[in-house]
């Protein structure tokens, strides 16, 4: 076969090929389905949110959970009838000052101290005992020279209530009978005043009541058996010959 025969051979088998191929892809249109041909968005969305259910799920549960120990939480924290307080508490806050002589203020120290465990407080709820006199007292420590002497010796300065006197208390260079006892809403007061007996230093206070017999009347106080309530050490506060120590106790209870 010459060359221009094959040639025009191979011309016609290519367009009887594209023939065929046109209406095979023109078919192939007619059976799509036209709704799904014009409009593919619904079915993106729909898959969208399939997904973003899917992805969604663990975040919701997570946050089903933490709402869940939230509402514990709460629940936990909630105080009854029987809990609603850890126990009750006894709170000293305290104010000392130092004066010269002619007035003049010297030093100013506020600061709190605490409940001293001991049998007081029990046996005056069992009617076992009746309150006595109160006092406060000011000292030092081995290494702190006290603030007050007797006999010539360093000692504590001890503030009685002023009625002690008359119970037997003996008003001398380490004991004064300057203190007021008073009560005011729901807290205890205690005031008074002592003069230096010798250069030194104030770093150990404390509160103490006496109790005396049940049978004694609240009127009628005794001077008795010597109870700790509140005790603490502090930094020391220098004080010299002559100056007046004003102190003021506040207790609390909570």
């Known amino acids: 076969m010459k060359n221009s025969e094959w040639s025009k051979l191979v011309s016609v088998a290519g367009r009887i090929l594209l023939a065929f191929l046109f209406v095979f ?51 936990e924290k909630r105080p009854t009838g029987n809990d609603s307080h850890e126990g009750i508490k006894v709170h000293g806050h305290w104010t000392i000052e130092v004066h010269n002589p002619d007035g003049t203020l010297v030093t100013r120290r506020v600061f709190e101290n605490a409940y001293t465990p001991s049998s007081f407080l029990a046996s005056l709820l069992a009617r076992q005992a009746s309150v006595g006199f ?8 081995n290494s702190v020279p006290a603030p007050c002497l007797s006999a010539g010796q360093p000692s504590a300065c001890s503030i009685f209530e002023a009625g002690a006197s008359a119970a037997g208390l003996n008003p001398s260079s380490n004991i004064f009978t300057t203190l007021t006892v008073n009560a005011n809403a729901n807290t205890l007061v205690l005031a008074g ?6 250069t030194g230093a104030i770093n150990l206070v404390y509160t103490t009541p006496t109790t005396c017999p049940n049978s004694t009347a609240p ?11 509140t005790l603490t050490g502090i930094a020391p506060i220098n004080v010299s010959l002559g100056q007046l120590v004003s102190v003021t106790v506040i207790i609390s209870f909570s």
């Open 219 to 229: 009127s009628a106080p005794c001077l008795g058996q010597a109870q700790g309530f």
């Open 134 to 141: 109160w006092s406060v007292g000011l000292n030092g420590t």
């Open 25 to 75: 892809s023109q078919s192939a249109r007619a059976g799509e389905d036209p709704k799904a041909k014009d409009n593919p968005k619904p079915l993106q969305q729909a898959a969208v949110q399939q997904s973003g259910e899917k992805q969604s799920s663990p975040a919701m549960t997570e946050k089903m959970k933490t709402e869940e120990r939230q509402a514990e939480t709460l629940v």
């Open 193 to 198: 005043t002592a003069t230096v007996g010798q």
